[in-house]
């Protein structure tokens, strides 16, 4: 299974428009994150986990000729704004299917009517095939997907496992049985905004506390906020088998 960071910021990404602060004028390129997404690929199969406002270049960039479907965590702007984006792949093949719990559903026929229309659509608007999922494993294909349930303040997300990698972006609190779910990972994907405290995101160190408690192989942060710091220097900081990721960082498991 190959694993392609295609956004690792928060929700404005970095640089954020008309900032001073001196991360998002750091000329790294790891400092430069698009907003939140990962491409899983499994044998021939292609799959992204949400679908943000950066989907079409990051698509461009991962060179990414097909879509199988598209996961999502939750509704918010950050990891749907970019649905309409996928019309090249729709032309291409067809209906593509789209796996959320019902509410994101929801919310996704409520922003992208046009979509979901199906009555007299206009032509050239793509179309999707909906999954509903609850929070008991389904398969793709030949892989089981289990997954994860969290809060984001109030708002439930979905984080995936798929075999022995985890995805988890947009946590602020996961209940213990949720967290026994993620037993035996190589790699732990989790989401740390900055150091100061957020009432919807983990901290660092709520971050590195959970990979503790989760105790995978290696781990990965990811929805990063350009408050975090320089890339360079946070990784200083980090235990030995925790990584920040950074936008198109590729692993192999
Ligand atoms: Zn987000
Ligand atoms: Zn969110």
Redesign the pocket.
Known sequence: MKITFLGTG??QGIPVIGSTHPVCLSSNFKDKRL??SVLIQWDNYTYVI?C?PDFRQQMLRADCTKMDGILF??E?A??TAGLDDIRPFFFKQGDIPIYAHKRVIKELKRRFDYIFETENKYPGAPNVLINKIKNKPFSLHNMKVVPIKGL?YNLQVFGFRFDRFAYL??MKTIEDKEVDKLKDLDVLVV?ALRKEPHVS?FTLDEALAFVKKVNPKKAYLT?ISHLLGFHDEVQQQLPENVFLAYDNLQITI
């Open positions: 928060t929700s907003r939140v949400d943000g965590t939750h918010h950050d990891h984001h972006t947009d989401n995101h929805h």
